[in-house]
């Protein structure tokens, strides 16, 4: 493996709705797996059994602003995995940032696990690390979330291990607020029991050494409320 290319192993109210309208891309940065420009990586999956022979939750979650309140209906999230399995089931976690900071809130505001058959799955080549691509599409019943900061985690459950591309800046990516964090789940986490592997369950930048922000492959969709 390239010495420059890394690998980290280590309720607002919520409402359904059945309207059906065109959806905004709120945020996305799907170029960084596209353009395989990504030379650091970090766990966040619920699994590993069968890579590492014990289940581990690890978490990543990179965030993205809403200016007024937001039906949130789909979200893309691109994942190297040592198999290439479509996983499980998939936990959505989303957290609120406090004004002015970069650090989301410890507790979900909303926390949803999608079992198999809800979304989809569709390999991509890695040809950074040589590991098995697969980019996950999830539909979602509407959710409203009001305006504001958040971070998403999507995190895949299964018996294989993935882990999220990361790219300092990328230059595809026009609205990139704070860097992506990591945390270990443990009891934080409702959707996985394995054990940690980044060494602390408080939300931490993704190596603030390098003084970069790190960026992660995901797509958000949606609209506003007045659509």
Do not use: K
Request: aromatic share 12%; glycine share 10%.
């Amino acid at each position: 493996m390239n010495s420059r290319n890394t690998l980290i192993t280590c309720s607002i109210i919520l409402m359904w709705v059945n309207t059906v309208v065109a959806a905004d891309i709120v945020y996305e940065s799907l170029c960084i797996t596209d353009g395989q420009t990504y030379h650091w990586g970090a766990g966040n999956y619920c699994g590993g059994y069968d890579v590492f022979g014990s289940e581990y939750d690890l978490q990543v979650a990179d965030d993205f602003i809403l200016s007024e309140p937001f039906f949130l209906t789909a979200m893309v999230a691109d994942f190297l995995t040592h198999q290439g399995r479509c996983p499980d089931s998939v936990c959505i976690s989303l957290f609120l940032s406090p004004a002015d900071t970069c650090t989301p809130e410890v507790a979900p505001r909303f926390c949803l696990e999608v079992s198999g058959g809800e979304f989809s799955c569709v390999p991509f080549e890695d040809s950074v690390f040589g590991l098995r691509g697969v980019r996950i599409d999830l539909q979602l019943e509407p959710v409203l979330l009001e305006n504001g900061h958040w971070f998403l985690c999507v995190q895949p459950h299964s018996d294989d291990f993935g882990y999220v591309a990361i790219e300092w800046y990328p230059d595809c990516v026009e609205d990139s607020f704070c860097p992506a964090v990591c945390r270990d789940g443990g009891d934080l986490n409702p959707c996985c029991d394995g054990a940690g592997g980044f060494g602390n369950t408080d939300w931490v930048e993704l190596d603030p050494s390098n003084g970069d922000q790190g960026v992660t492959p995901m797509r958000v969709e949606g609209y506003p409320t007045g659509d």
